[in-house]
């Protein structure tokens, strides 16, 4: 059984004598429910330690660390002192976006390919940054691989220890007014259903915000690409004699006719995205997803249509034919995708408008 303050339960048992022991019952029952669901969204609250250095909350300083990535991380290894979970964060930010802070200089010099790592590098750092900011806001102690690793050992060697403090035990409590014995084992039951449908949802909600990351991240590098590098998808050939290599772009002019609807599409891709990492709303997420969808399939369309390739730039013609076809197909496919993902989207948004509707007349 479980142990609860008795000022918790207060109004029940301020108004247990008005009431029929059914109504006690589920009072308890909803009560109890209540609690436990708290104790178990603030649980990896409670192991950050509640000292600072800094006049900030441990989670928000947690945050702060990633915001500018190793930068941000210095600032507050130096500046916080005293508490070891946001210090622990900080050389985790220093590590992580340094060493990809460096890679990319490294690499970004290398011809040719070195534009590719680079987006690469970029990719990997925004996703990064999501998640690690997410987490830490959370109050959780993400490990990146072998970056938490170091980071301990960082904080090691200044002098702190790096796991985090036991949380003080939590003031005695009095036993709370229990149930009939006959509902124990299904009152228990159903708290743990209760709990177990919140925990679900928290983490049904990580996930959603890291694909939006991934999302944002993908629409980002389409966006820069298609506007700056896409001459580089092409045929390239070799001259031995002069040491030189050349290359033929796949896409021709008509390119130009198709961007506006292109780069519409990514930044209403991007903004759609941010708004449900910020506001977690089931029918504006679905309304969202349908307008992205939307916009994806006539930019696919459109795409088609307008059809900017030319692969007669490569040599073999029966090669060429075959690549001609092989994308004609594939951005079918594509659009048939989008056509039937759009469909699926607009009768689920239509189905929870429809509940709403009829929960609020029935609250009403």
């Given at each position: 059984?479980?142990n609860?303050?008795?000022?918790?339960?207060?109004?029940?048992?301020?108004?247990?004598?008005?009431?029929?022991?059914e109504?006690?019952?589920?009072?308890?029952?909803?009560?109890?429910?209540?609690?436990?669901?708290?104790?178990?969204?603030?649980?990896?609250?409670?192991?950050?330690?509640p000292?600072?250095?800094?006049?900030?909350?441990?989670?928000?300083?947690?945050?702060?660390?990633?915001?500018?990535?190793?930068?941000?991380?210095?600032?507050?290894?130096?500046?916080?002192?005293?508490?070891?979970?946001?210090?622990?964060h900080?050389?985790?930010?220093i590590?992580?976006?340094?060493?990809?802070?460096?890679?990319?200089?490294?690499?970004?010099?290398?011809?040719?390919?070195?534009?590719?790592?680079?987006?690469?590098?970029?990719?990997?750092?925004f996703?990064?940054?999501?998640?690690?900011?997410?987490?830490?806001?959370?109050?959780?102690?993400?490990?990146?691989?072998?970056?938490?690793?170091?980071?301990?050992?960082?904080?090691?060697?200044?002098?702190?220890?790096?796991?985090?403090?036991?949380?003080?035990?939590?003031?005695?409590?009095?036993e709370?007014?229990?149930?009939?014995?006959?509902?124990?084992?299904?009152l228990?039951?159903?708290?743990?259903?209760?709990?177990?449908?919140f925990?679900?949802?928290?983490?049904?909600?990580?996930?959603?915000?890291?694909?939006?990351?991934?999302?944002?991240?993908?629409?980002?590098?389409?966006?820069?690409?298609?506007?700056?590098?896409?001459?580089?998808?092409?045929?390239?050939?070799?001259?031995?004699?002069?040491?030189?290599?050349?290359?033929?772009?796949?896409?021709?002019?008509?390119?130009?006719?198709?961007?506006?609807?292109l780069?519409?599409?990514?930044?209403?891709?991007?903004?759609?995205?941010?708004?449900?990492?910020?506001?977690?709303?089931?029918?504006?997420?679905?309304?969202?997803?349908?307008?992205?969808?939307?916009?994806?399939?006539?930019?696919?369309?459109?795409?088609?249509?307008?059809?900017?390739?030319?692969?007669?730039?490569?040599?073999?013609?029966v090669?060429?034919?075959?690549?001609?076809?092989?994308?004609?197909?594939?951005?079918?496919?594509i659009?048939?995708?989008?056509?039937?993902?759009?469909?699926?989207?607009?009768?689920?948004?239509?189905?929870?408008?429809?509940?709403?509707?009829?929960?609020?007349?029935?609250?009403?």
């Amino acid at each position: 059984m479980y142990n609860y303050r008795k000022s918790d339960f207060a109004a029940t048992e301020v108004t247990s004598m008005e009431l029929s022991p059914e109504e006690r019952r589920k009072i308890y029952e909803e009560e109890k429910a209540r609690l436990e669901a708290r104790e178990q969204l603030e649980q990896e609250r409670r192991r950050m330690s509640p000292e600072m250095t800094l006049n900030i909350a441990p989670n928000v300083a947690g945050l702060l660390c990633y915001l500018f990535g190793w930068v941000t991380g210095i600032i507050f290894l130096v500046l916080e002192q005293k508490n070891k979970w946001v210090r622990y964060h900080a050389a985790q930010s220093i590590v992580v976006f340094g060493t990809l802070w460096v890679a990319g200089m490294i690499l970004g010099w290398i011809p040719f390919i070195g534009v590719a790592f680079s987006v690469i590098i970029g990719l990997v750092g925004f996703i990064l940054w999501i998640v690690l900011m997410v987490k830490a806001y959370n109050g959780e102690r993400y490990k990146v691989a072998w970056a938490g690793d170091i980071a301990e050992q960082m904080v090691v060697s200044s002098g702190t220890i790096p796991d985090y403090q036991k949380p003080p035990a939590p003031p005695e409590r009095k036993e709370a007014p229990q149930p009939p014995p006959s509902a124990g084992i299904d009152l228990d039951e159903r708290i743990n259903k209760r709990v177990d449908d919140f925990l679900r949802r928290r983490n049904r909600r990580e996930g959603r915000i890291t694909a939006s990351a991934f999302a944002i991240a993908w629409s980002i590098v389409l966006l820069v690409f298609f506007n700056f590098f896409y001459q580089y998808a092409a045929y390239y050939t070799y001259d031995t004699t002069l040491g030189t290599l050349s290359r033929e772009s796949f896409f021709t002019n008509k390119i130009g006719d198709w961007l506006p609807i292109l780069n519409t599409t990514l930044a209403i891709s991007i903004i759609s995205h941010i708004v449900m990492i910020i506001l977690d709303r089931d029918i504006l997420r679905q309304a969202l997803h349908v307008i992205i969808d939307g916009f994806g399939l006539a930019t696919v369309i459109t795409l088609l249509v307008v059809f900017p390739f030319d692969f007669n730039v490569i040599p073999n013609s029966v090669v060429a034919a075959a690549t001609n076809t092989g994308v004609t197909v594939v951005l079918i496919c594509i659009a048939v995708g989008f056509g039937i993902s759009l469909l699926v989207r607009v009768i689920k948004l239509l189905v929870s408008i429809v509940r709403a509707v009829v929960k609020s007349a029935d609250a009403a």
